[in-house]
């Protein structure tokens, strides 16, 4: 007998609880839709520009003190060329300045640090940082245009050159300019509430701006230790340590010769290359988090709002590409037909989407490293003009410094070549990376494929003959793909497999409980209890499986009969119209009529529609982390239900006889009921064993 003064209130806490859990849903939806149209709302300014500038403001740092370290003046007596110049003493004025400019510099990378740290308030951190990269940039400008007349330079002009601090001044002031201008996006993006005033960086990003500090730290130190060492002037000492660090080895003059030098290389050398490594690491994994996700989610969007615009009421036909057009028409159609067409089209838009990102990655990264090499080449043909360089030999020899070739028959030899070489190489390296990594998706991948195809003609036949391989990969060239192979990406932590085998052992025993009490309730014909108990295994074990697929490298990517599956298990049954945004097409407007599937609700409901941009496909999220989520929610809810006795008892979206029935009208049985089919008749079978014996 249930008591009357507390009733009520357990009915409306309960329905508290699940208001509350439905707002929460809903607010993890806009996140997630708030995230995935990034690109498009200033991801740029809120996340690219503090990378950037926290990533070469020590570089430019670093390039500030190499040009405070040594004079700016070089005189150059008969035979002797500028690269072994005698210096002249600067003006007290020139030091001074250059000084505060450095100070300045110094102080606004602290502010981004701090700020990134959260330590200090936005405002007041990128007003200090903007400000003081500004005034050491326009400092070092005024020095660079002071010392480039006449007056400062000694006459006669043949006998006297500028020095390679000077060049490093030149540097450091582009430097400091272009990254307190890409802080001021924003601030300006801040400041009109496109994101909060804070960084958006993850802590990979964080961990590449530290590692950047440190490579140049440890090349800045080393150079001053190799320079004491074998007698070199320190910014020969910062050339010879670049090269040296980034494994390109030019050669030349600058070699440690004493036998201190020689082993102090041995600790060197094997130390910057792991910093190197750890950089390379840190970019390659940034490119392909970060990058790869919001160009894929950027390409997402374009495609799909072009396929929508390309509806043709007439023809009811859909645009997908320049030659491709398929069938797209309500008429006619069960709601089951219409989502699965919808789907259908879905999967396709992903599939070309993620292709056009994939090839113009490749295209741009080509691009980015095309320029580096030939810009590079023609500064290095106009530096090293006393060597009679032309522009086919400067092609020769950035090709192979970029390569890490390394011949060493050919070197810069000038202030401005020695300075300009180390800030070309330094920016080389995320250059290459990301060049690489977008090589790994395209041109490296098609030809692993195409080798694994081939050994299957030639020396490795498939199980099926060469003539039968032949076939499908004849079939897989029509729709773009050589050979479709995938790993489980098993790379997890410890810590992590021991989470899953927590996880999975957990989610084991709840099947089996519930079984088992599906079976009792059944044997004493209470079909709800049973059908609820059932209901409530088949999560369990659905779980179980899509933690299986969470690691799957590529990412697991369902049929639309395991979607329709998998909805029906949270309560979206794809037969169930009113549970989903239909598409309004205005046939008045002919070929112009256009599905209006883009909105992110439906009058406020949590409806969606495969096309539109709350659809599953659509997000950052994988589909089995999609499924996962959703399927824990309702397993939660379901044992909350259980625990409460005012809970409202209501028919579970499948039963023992759904499964016995099949599907029906989900067309044909996708293999997961299959499977479910036959974990159930195996635990029937082993639960009468144990009752046996």
């Excluded at 300045?97 to 450095?102: A, D």
């Excluded at 005033?197 to 080393?222: D, I, N, P």
């Excluded at 008429?331 to 070309?352: D, T």
Aim: hydrophobic fraction near 40%; charged fraction near 25%; glycine fraction near 8%.
């Amino acid at each position: 007998m249930n008591d009357p003064g507390l009733d009520q209130p357990a009915q409306q806490a309960a329905q508290d609880v699940e208001k509350n859990t439905g707002e929460q849903e809903m607010d993890e939806a806009e996140c997630e839709e708030q995230d995935f149209l990034d690109p498009s709302r200033w991801w740029f300014a809120s996340t690219a520009c503090p990378l950037i500038a926290g990533t070469f403001g020590p570089i430019a740092n670093a390039f500030s003190i190499c040009a405070l370290v040594e004079k700016w003046r070089v005189y150059m007596p008969p035979g002797v060329d500028e690269g072994h110049g005698e210096h002249i003493e600067d003006p007290k004025w020139l030091i001074a300045v250059n000084t505060i400019s450095l100070i300045f510099a110094l102080t606004a990378n602290m502010s981004l640090l701090l700020k990134m740290a959260r330590r200090i308030h936005f405002g007041f951190s990128m007003s200090v940082t903007i400000v003081g990269w500004f005034m050491a940039s326009f400092l070092l400008i005024a020095l660079v245009a002071v010392a480039s007349t006449s007056t400062f330079r000694i006459q006669p002009m043949e006998q006297h050159a500028l020095s390679q601090a000077y060049y490093y001044g030149i540097i450091a002031a582009g430097l400091y300019f272009i990254i307190a201008s890409l802080l001021i996006f924003t601030v300006v993006g801040a400041h009109l509430g496109h994101y909060p005033k804070e960084f958006r960086l993850t802590s990979s990003q964080r961990t590449l701006m530290l590692q950047t500090v440190c490579f140049m730290a440890y090349l800045l130190l080393g150079a001053l230790v190799f320079s004491k060492v074998e007698g070199w002037k320190f910014l020969d000492a910062v050339y010879w340590a670049d090269f040296t660090l980034l494994t390109v080895g030019v050669g030349g003059e600058y070699v440690p010769k004493t036998h201190t030098g020689r082993t102090l290389l041995f600790f060197y050398a094997i130390g910057g290359i792991v910093s190197v490594g750890l950089v390379i690491g840190s970019i390659r994994s940034l490119a392909l988090e970060r990058g790869k996700e919001k160009m894929s989610a950027r390409f997402m969007e374009i495609k799909r709002q072009k396929v929508l615009a390309s509806v043709d009421g007439e023809e009811r036909t859909i645009k997908l590409g320049w030659f491709e057009k398929t069938k797209f028409s309500e008429r006619g159609l069960s709601e089951v037909q219409r989502r699965e067409q919808e789907f259908r089209v879905m999967r396709r838009i992903q599939e070309k989407a993620e292709r056009n990102r994939r090839y113009t990655a490749l295209a741009m990264s080509s691009i980015a490293a095309l320029l580096l090499w030939l810009i590079g080449a023609l500064v290095f043909m106009h530096s090293e003009k006393p060597q009679g360089w032309s522009y086919f030999l400067s092609l020769y020899f950035a090709y192979t410094s970029l390569l890490t070739i390394g011949y060493g028959d050919y070197y810069p030899l000038s202030n401005s070549g020695k300075a300009f070489f180390v800030f070309w190489s330094l920016l080389a390296v995320p250059t290459l990376t990301i060049l690489i990594s977008n090589m790994g998706d395209t041109v490296i991948k098609a030809f692993r494929d195409l080798t694994i195809w081939v050994g299957s003609l030639t020396v490795l036949p498939g199980e099926n003959g060469v003539s039968s391989t032949l076939k499908i990969g004849i079939r897989r060239l029509r729709h773009g793909k050589l050979y479709e192979g995938g790993t489980e990406d098993n790379g997890t932590t410890s810590q992590g497999a021991s989470e899953q085998q927590l996880l999975d052992r957990l989610a084991k025993n709840v099947e089996e409980k519930e079984l088992g009490l599906a079976e009792k309730a059944g044997e004493h014909g209470d079909y709800l209890e049973r059908d609820t108990h059932f209901y409530h295994f088949v999560l369990a074990k659905e779980i179980r499986n899509l933690m299986k697929d969470m690691n799957a490298s590529p990412p697991r990517q369902y049929t639309y009969q395991e979607w329709n599956y998998y909805l029906r298990l949270i309560g979206q049954d794809e037969d169930d119209a009113s549970k989903h945004r239909r598409p309004k097409i205005d046939h008045s407007r002919k070929s112009n009529s256009q599905p209006d599937l883009g909105t992110a609700d439906d009058g406020g409901n949590s409806s969606w529609s495969w096309l539109g941009i709350k659809s599953p496909l659509m997000g950052s999220k994988t589909e089995a982390d999609w499924l996962l989520q959703r399927l824990t929610a309702i397993l939660e809810k379901e044992m909350e239900k259980m625990r409460s006795p005012n809970a409202k008892k209501e028919p579970p979206p499948i039963s023992m006889a759904d499964l016995r029935n099949g599907q029906g009208s989900s067309g044909s049985e996708p293999d997961v009921v299959r499977g479910l089919k036959k974990d159930v008749g195996d635990a029937e079978v082993r639960r009468r064993g144990n009752n046996a014996m």
